[in-house]
């Protein structure tokens, strides 16, 4: 049987509260209601590979993501691999090594997308005096995997008058 187009397609991760990864993926053009796809990462060249504990599924029941909790990754080539089988056999694989946090115009042009979803900044304090019409504000950056230079944010702050 022809497996052309039976390969996921726009695979994204998106890391959320520094320690929890959502990753999905939109099933093969030609792949039909029995088409299931299993996800296999390494964070790391010196882990190990491991299948996903938790899909995400579609209305087939066809894994269609994965939702990963205490993931930790610092500027580390990731392993990706989604395979499966449909009637029994092998479907064509999906296989990608990607640099997570890289910059650049390759990362976003690419097939595949890798995003943290940053909190909102901590600790915010605002301290206003009536007579001088003047408010100081304070924050703390958000948390994150793997910045660790506050100088790497930038801020935009709205006042309103209410």
Same mark, same amino acid.
């Given at each position: 049987?022809?497996?052309?187009?039976?390969?996921?397609?726009?695979?994204?991760?998106?890391?959320?509260?520094?320690?929890?990864?959502?990753?999905?993926?939109?099933?093969?053009?030609?792949?039909?209601?029995?088409?299931?796809?299993?996800?296999?990462?390494?964070?790391?060249?010196?882990?190990?590979?491991?299948?996903?504990?938790?899909?995400?599924?579609?209305?087939?029941?066809?894994?269609?993501?994965?939702?990963?909790?205490?993931?930790?990754?610092?500027?580390?080539?990731?392993?990706?691999?989604?395979?499966?089988?449909? *009637?029994?056999?092998?479907?064509? *694989?999906?296989?990608?090594?990607?640099?997570?946090?890289?910059?650049?115009?390759?990362?976003?042009?690419?097939?595949?997308?890798?995003?943290?979803?940053?909190?909102?900044?901590?600790?915010?304090?605002?301290?206003?005096?009536?007579?001088?019409?003047?408010?100081?504000?304070?924050?703390?950056?958000?948390?994150?995997?793997?910045?660790?230079?506050?100088?790497?944010?930038?801020?935009?702050?709205?006042?309103?008058?209410?």
């Amino acid at each position: 049987a022809d497996m052309n187009g039976t390969a996921i397609e726009n695979f994204v991760c998106v890391i959320f509260n520094v320690s929890f990864m959502n990753c999905t993926w939109h099933v093969g053009r030609t792949a039909t209601e029995d088409t299931q796809y299993f996800l296999y990462w390494r964070p790391s060249n010196k882990e190990d590979v491991t299948e996903c504990q938790n899909y995400i599924t579609d209305k087939f029941r066809r894994n269609t993501g994965c939702r990963f909790q205490n993931v930790t990754i610092e500027n580390k080539n990731a392993y990706f691999l989604v395979n499966g089988s449909r *009637s029994g056999q092998n479907i064509q *694989s999906y296989e990608k090594k990607i640099l997570l946090y890289q910059i650049g115009k390759d990362f976003f042009i690419s097939d595949y997308i890798i995003v943290e979803k940053l909190t909102p900044p901590l600790n915010v304090t605002v301290n206003c005096t009536e007579a001088s019409h003047r408010c100081s504000i304070w924050w703390q950056p958000p948390h994150t995997s793997h910045v660790k230079k506050s100088s790497c944010f930038k801020y935009e702050i709205v006042i309103e008058n209410k």
